[in-house]
């Protein structure tokens, strides 16, 4: 972090608090305030004063259909993640590839140069009913843990049971790789394509196509904007 | 939200009825048309739901943390309409009416605050309470805001940064959580 970049972005904190950045300068913004204490206190704080200006907004009802729209999609995603908790979920029909991946020979095969670490992925419509025809899912079994990829209309969302926790000062980030191209951070701001959380959710805030397939890598926090580790997931292509 | 975070969509739901009027009557200040707002209010409470394990309670609220995620998809969406959807800015905070078909809470500590907000507005420099409610209302850009008003860009970032910290002077001492 440079002190130019600092002051840049501190006296853009404004800006950036009114949402009034634009896209650019906005990820630039973020990405300095994920590293920056003095500019993430600061921006928090704008923050708040900015919320503040709702209060004179004359307060309107949402219609009920809203709500029922949201929650149908909540309650559908709600059964998808109890569902990767339960033991049965778990039942070890990866276990040969996570052995070949612990063995000696997959580590050559890492050594030989694979650029990707493939961790058992397996392809499945596996929604419950009712889930429409417009979704599909992607499941990848990561050491005693799960990952699924569930894709809706092409907005896509990782689901994640019992991953290991990520090294200290280390996150997660989640990436896509389009065809054949180089895998990119899954947000234009790699920041917002980070995660910590070891089982929950997490938007893909990327319109995915069959052609797409994600990634998870273990990397600095913050992000970065190219993969700096080895994949602890990769999802198959359908 | 530790429930939420837990993918309890029960708990969801409740975080979902606290703060559904105040989320939409923004989405609607902002976007201006009842289905537009809906649109935004789906998208952000969707993305709540999903980055539920972003939410740092050292940072703000769950109110400020949501109503973020509203005013990001709102700017966002109004981005993408152009110049169409941004005819709400037109009309100052201070001169909204009440229309048919608008919730009013009667809640005293709820007028109460409005009250500060519009004082506080009031007592800023013109130039700076413009600038704040063509970006946070509006969803313009400094860049845009600048073209407007045929300022340079550095000016309007300085007024933004001036208006804003003083409200926050005004704000914080009043200890109400937004």
């Known amino acids: ?238 | 939200m530790e429930l939420v975070r837990g993918g309890d969509s029960a708990a969801f739901e409740v975080v979902y009825e606290r703060h559904r009027v105040v989320a939409y009557s923004l989405a609607h200040r902002m976007c201006g048309r009842r289905s537009a707002a809906e649109d935004v209010l789906q998208e952000a409470f969707l993305s709540a739901w999903r980055r539920a394990s972003s939410y740092d309670p050292a940072r703000g609220s769950v109110r400020t943390w949501l109503l973020g995620i509203v005013h990001h998809r709102a700017v966002d969406a109004l981005r993408r309409s152009g110049g169409a959807g941004r005819r709400q800015v037109d009309v100052p905070v201070e001169d909204i009416e009440v229309d048919a078909g608008v919730h009013v809470d009667a809640d005293v500590i709820e007028r109460e605050r409005a009250g500060q907000v519009r004082e506080a507005l009031s007592d800023l420099p013109a130039e700076q309470s413009k600038v704040i409610e063509l970006a946070y209302f509006g969803g313009f850009t400094h860049t845009e805001i600048a073209d407007m008003l045929g300022v340079p860009v550095g000016t309007i970032k300085g007024r933004m940064r001036l208006g804003l910290g003083k409200l926050r002077t005004r704000f914080e001492p009043l200890g109400v959580t937004p």
């Open chain 1, 1 to 238: 972090m440079s002190e130019s970049e600092h002051r840049v972005v501190f006296e853009s904190l404004g800006a950036f608090a009114l949402g009034a950045l634009p896209d650019d300068e906005r990820e630039l913004a973020a990405a300095h305030i994920a590293i920056c204490p003095v500019c993430a206190e600061d921006a928090a704080a704008l923050q708040r004063a900015a919320t503040r200006l709702i209060d004179v907004v004359p307060s309107r009802e949402p219609s009920p259909e809203l709500r029922d729209r949201i929650m149908t999609v909540v309650e559908s995603e709600a059964t998808l993640l109890r569902a990767a908790s339960t033991p049965r979920a778990r039942i070890g029909r990866e276990r040969p590839r996570l052995a070949a991946w612990r063995s000696p020979g997959s580590m050559r095969w890492v050594a030989a140069g694979a650029a990707l670490l493939v961790i058992g992925a397996i392809l499945g419509a596996v929604l419950p009913s009712g889930s429409g025809p417009a979704t599909r899912t992607l499941e990848a079994q990561v050491g005693r843990g799960q990952a699924w990829v569930v894709t809706t209309s092409g907005e896509a969302q990782l689901v994640v049971n019992d991953l290991p926790a990520p090294a200290r000062g280390r996150v997660y980030e989640v990436w896509v790789q389009h065809g054949t191209g180089p895998a990119r951070p899954a947000a234009r701001n790699p920041v917002d394509a980070t995660f910590v959380l070891r089982s929950g959710r997490v938007d893909i805030p990327a319109h995915l196509t069959r052609d797409d397939r994600v990634m998870v890598t273990a990397e600095p926090a913050g992000g970065s904007r190219q993969p700096t580790g080895v994949p602890i997931v990769v999802t198959a292509r359908d």
